[in-house]
């Protein structure tokens, strides 16, 4: 029987669809506009630092990683680092400093940096510099880009910028003192010129802000004819209250859904949770499962493949009895923060 062996290196000849300036790949989605919205959802940022802090749990006496650190920067805190660049833009470029065996590894700002159809590592500024570097990187799968990886949260860009629309349309609100659009309506009688720039002083940036809280508009009638004169203020378009809340929890659901990650570690407390069970570990244990563990396998498989050994650990929920004890847990090993946990229990607890 003949055997036909194909070469291992051979390249491929389909057609990729990646376009490219400057002899760069662009990002599909822009890395600015994910750093943007990094700061426009507590628990978009929340649960991307949550998920950092578990991916960077690593062994350090079983791993070479420390060797190949710069002064004042160890393993953990590089990894961590490393584990936020991925989950943030879905992709971790990493510098290689020296040369044979005496390398260091360095973080690059995953929004500076970009890569050619040869996979080279290059840092962009914001001002255009451009600097070619020696490195790797280690990108999550994306459908869209052979050559850039795409975070989690993707499919819920959406609901983030619904989320910071909503933030902004009430902070205009009360910047403007709080005052709804109002048409002002004369009935059986016209406005006087005095009584027209009264209206326009009154609602000018004069009578805007806090400072201005509770000022009173006194506005006379203009009597034409026998009919009883008014004057009527009418809201325009409002949004009621309720309506921004039932918004903003089901962007908030949307996000932690997209995130994959429980909605008690963001602290979102639902139903007749009141802390204390078990609610957090079942949802932590599938978590882990689903989540950690096969990004934990994948970083380990990364740095193999560059020759260091690095080695993760998953939270073992199997031991603890309460969501109490395994939230002390999660402080213990600095993954939320005791503020954090006391939300993620509903009460005040001791942590």
């Known amino acids: 029987m003949d055997y036909i062996f194909k070469n291992a290196h051979a390249q491929s000849v389909q057609i990729s669809k990646d376009s490219e300036v400057n002899g760069l790949l662009v990002p599909f989605v822009s890395f600015d506009d ?15 630092k949550i998920k950092a802090n578990m991916l960077s749990q690593i062994e350090v006496y079983e791993c070479d990683l420390a060797r190949k650190m710069p002064p004042n920067i160890s393993a953990k805190s590089f990894l961590f680092e490393f584990a936020y660049n991925l989950e943030l833009f879905g992709n971790a470029p990493i510098e290689k400093a020296g040369g044979g065996e005496n390398f260091v590894l360095y973080n690059i700002p995953a929004h500076e940096w970009r890569t050619n159809r040869m996979r080279e590592i290059f840092q962009v500024t914001r001002d255009g510099d451009q600097k070619k570097l020696d490195g790797y990187y280690l990108k999550y799968y994306s459908p869209t880009s052979r050559y850039y990886g795409e975070p989690d949260y993707l499919p819920c860009l959406l609901q983030i910028l619904i ?6 349309y009430n902070y205009s609100f009360f ?4 005052k709804p659009d109002l048409a002002i309506v004369h009935e059986n009688n016209e406005p006087t010129t005095e009584q027209i720039v009264a209206y326009k002083s009154f609602f000018s940036d004069s009578f805007k802000g806090a400072n201005n809280a509770h000022k009173t508009l006194l506005a006379y009638t203009n009597s034409i004819g026998d009919k009883e004169a008014k004057i009527r203020f009418e809201k325009l378009g409002g949004v009621e209250d309720i309506s921004f809340k039932a918004l903003k929890e089901v962007s908030r659901d949307e996000i932690a859904a997209a995130h994959g990650i429980p909605p008690l570690l963001l602290g979102i407390i639902q139903g007749a949770h009141l802390g204390g069970g078990g609610e957090l570990i079942g949802q932590l244990q599938q978590f882990n499962e689903i989540e950690i563990k096969p990004k934990i396998e994948l ?13 993760l650990k998953a939270i073992d929920v199997t031991d603890f009895k309460d969501d109490g004890e395994i939230v002390t847990m999660l402080v213990e090993r600095g993954i939320i923060s005791v503020a954090e946990a006391r939300s993620i229990l509903g009460w005040q607890k001791n942590i």
């Not at 994910?34 to 991307?48: C, F, K, P």
């Not at 910047?175 to 709080?178: C, L, Y």
């Open 175 to 178: 910047k403007n003192g709080a």
């Open 163 to 168: 989320n910071r629309e909503a933030d902004s």
């Open 34 to 48: 994910l750093l943007a919205l990094h700061y426009a959802n507590v628990y978009h940022r929340r649960a991307i």
């Open 299 to 311: 970083i380990e498989g990364f740095f193999a493949s560059i020759g260091i050994k690095v080695v």
